[in-house]
């Protein structure tokens, strides 16, 4: 009995506990169908976002930061203004006090700040493609010096523009998403920091 039963199954396909070759190949190949899509649709999504998702995005934090950097310095101002408003000869003491503790701030932490911020994106688009150059110009360390080193200038009463320092925020900021994509090149650097730049350039009087 037990060899007729195996014969009749040879028979009928090759099936197994009633289970046919084709059941199992078709099972197989379900779990592979999706697993092909899934890495299909991730791949899709990474492109897109890469392509638009993470510029977007850096330009809404450009323009998050401009805003943010318009109202910190006109609050800096007010409040230097504030000092001085009854007492004028305090000017004498705070402008100096506070220009060397920006000076000491630049040149002991934030290398690369200094200046108005629209040379170095101007350095950084025509120099020969160099990472050391990048970090020493952009960067998060670079844009908490350029807010922070500034304010400290609003708050001693020195003259100081936004447009400058907003251009280079913005080019840091895009400079920084660079590390996200998987392929840099130097095209791609310099669209990032043109882009940053023109952020931050259309953000400042927001």
């Given at each position: 009995?037990?060899?007729e039963?195996?014969?009749?199954?040879?028979?009928?396909?090759?099936?197994?506990?009633g289970?046919?070759?084709?059941?199992?190949?078709a099972?197989?190949?379900?779990?592979l169908?999706?697993?092909?899509w899934t890495?299909?649709?991730?791949?899709?999504?990474?492109?897109?976002?890469?392509?638009?998702?993470?510029?977007?995005?850096?330009?809404?934090?450009?323009?998050?930061?401009?805003?943010?950097?318009?109202?910190?310095s006109?609050?800096?101002?007010?409040?230097?203004?504030?000092?001085?408003?009854?007492?004028?000869w305090?000017?004498?003491?705070?402008?100096?006090?506070?220009?060397?503790?920006?000076?000491?701030?630049?040149?002991?932490?934030?290398?690369?700040?200094?200046?108005s911020?629209?040379?170095?994106?101007?350095?950084?688009?025509?120099?020969?493609?160099?990472?050391?150059?990048?970090?020493?110009?952009f960067?998060?360390?670079?844009?908490?010096?350029?807010?922070?080193?500034?304010?400290?200038?609003?708050?001693?009463?020195?003259?100081?523009?936004?447009?400058?320092?907003?251009?280079?925020?913005?080019?840091?900021?895009?400079?920084?998403?660079?590390?996200?994509?998987?392929?840099?090149?130097?095209?791609?650097?310099r669209?990032?920091?043109?882009?940053?730049?023109?952020?931050?350039?259309?953000?400042?009087?927001?």
């Amino acid at each position: 009995m037990p060899n007729e039963s195996r014969g009749s199954a040879d028979q009928g396909g090759g099936a197994v506990d009633g289970v046919t070759p084709a059941a199992v190949e078709a099972r197989t190949a379900q779990p592979l169908r999706e697993r092909v899509w899934t890495r299909m649709a991730g791949l899709r999504f990474r492109r897109l976002f890469l392509q638009f998702g993470l510029p977007w995005g850096a330009a809404l934090v450009v323009g998050l930061l401009a805003v943010l950097y318009a109202r910190w310095s006109t609050d800096a101002y007010d409040v230097f203004l504030g000092w001085i408003a009854r007492r004028p000869w305090l000017a004498f003491g705070i402008t100096p006090a506070f220009t060397m503790l920006a000076v000491f701030a630049t040149r002991r932490w934030f290398s690369g700040s200094e200046g108005s911020g629209i040379p170095q994106v101007i350095a950084a688009l025509h120099a020969q493609r160099d990472e050391t150059l990048l970090q020493r110009l952009f960067g998060l360390r670079v844009i908490a010096g350029k807010i922070g080193v500034s304010l400290l200038g609003f708050l001693g009463g020195l003259t100081i523009g936004r447009e400058g320092p907003t251009v280079h925020i913005g080019a840091a900021v895009m400079a920084e998403t660079r590390r996200l994509y998987p392929h840099g090149s130097p095209r791609l650097e310099r669209q990032l920091l043109l882009a940053g730049a023109a952020a931050g350039l259309a953000a400042k009087d927001i």
